[in-house]
């Protein structure tokens, strides 16, 4: 079975269309944050949904849902701030809110006889802890064969002795350096995964964000630098 397996679509839709478009796969598992500093947040909840995507609760999706703070990364904290009480928010029926927020924190899907478990940040604290690669080196992981994880924005893989980490990098705003759409497939057969970009061009959407975001221009230029250069 190939499971595609995504993170971090930030109301990016152009780049999630991209990817659904070129990615082959039998499943979908989306490790958090459908919304926030992208300009379509309840267009990218609802694909995610179209898609079957099998989904656990990102912190800013948290946020939106719940009202809490997301306790992102201090140099992205206004922006996120400002996209959700700009965007976000208004953008999403109440309805649409509360089923994003129904999302687990944490989900063990077994892909015939293959275990994989999903969740957002770390198995500490599954909403806000930054794990980076060298961390999850140190992750002791019992009860599945894959751990699966976001929120970083940059994929990696680690396998050390019983520990398999993976995460995909995101969708919709990686900040590795490379603006292509970030996802990974796993083939459970084969007990693989393969990481891949898929292009996109963000203007159309940018333009979108600039119309939302006219009168906070540095807000638009941290969102729009990281969209156009990964960086």
Request: net charge positive.
């Amino acid at each position: 079975m190939r499971v595609l397996l995504i993170s971090d679509v930030h109301g990016n839709i152009d780049a999630l269309e991209a990817v659904l478009k070129v990615a082959s796969y039998d499943e979908a598992l989306f490790v958090g944050d459908a919304v926030d500093y992208g300009p379509f947040p309840l267009e990218a909840f609802s694909r995610l949904r179209r898609a079957g995507a099998k989904a656990v609760l990102g912190n800013h999706d948290a946020a939106a849902s719940f009202g809490i703070d997301c306790r992102s990364s201090p140099a992205m904290y206004a922006a996120s701030v400002v996209t959700r009480r700009r965007i976000t928010l208004p953008r999403m029926p109440k309805a649409a809110l509360k089923d994003l927020g129904k999302a687990a924190r944490k989900l063990d899907t077994d892909y015939g006889g293959f275990r994989v478990r999903a969740l957002h940040a770390s198995p500490s604290d599954e909403l806000y802890q930054y794990i980076t690669k060298e961390e999850a080196a140190g992750l002791k992981v019992r009860g599945t064969d894959l751990l699966v994880v976001g929120h970083t924005h940059v994929h990696y893989e680690v396998k050390k002795g019983g520990t398999w980490v993976v995460n995909p990098g995101s969708v919709g705003m990686p900040k590795d350096g490379d603006p292509g759409a970030s996802y990974a497939v796993l083939d459970t057969q084969k007990r693989e995964v393969r990481f891949e970009r898929a292009r996109y061009d963000p203007e159309p959407m940018l333009s979108e964000l600039r119309k939302i975001l006219d009168d906070s221009p540095k807000i638009y230029e941290l969102l729009a630098k990281v969209f156009r250069t990964g960086k």
